[in-house]
């Protein structure tokens, strides 16, 4: 893959490992040669170390479960519960 050094691009593409980063169109154009050098077995590899949905999922919990544990608790008694405890 070849893409444009703008937005989230140097998140996902690892430069010369999973595709090639490019500033402008010549250096794209340039890089179309160098595409054949990239394993497909690493760029896969890589995704499934970082884009799987379960790792992804597993990224969320370790953020958000602390975060629930600090929480104060929430009310969730039905209405008719709060009425009957007044």
């Known amino acids: 893959m070849i893409a444009f050094n703008r937005g989230s691009v140097p998140e996902v593409i690892e430069d010369s490992l999973t ?3 490019v ?3 010549t250096s794209a154009a340039g890089g179309i040669h160098q595409l054949l050098r990239l394993s497909r077995t690493v760029i896969r ?3 499934e170390e970082r884009f799987t949905a379960r790792r992804m999922a ?3 919990l370790s953020f958000y479960r602390p975060l629930i544990n600090i929480a104060s608790p929430i009310n969730i008694a039905s209405p008719r519960a709060r009425i009957a405890s007044v």
């Open 23 to 25: 500033e402008d169109e």
């Open 58 to 60: 597993t990224e969320y």
């Open 45 to 47: 590899k890589r995704f």
């Open 19 to 21: 595709g090639f980063i």
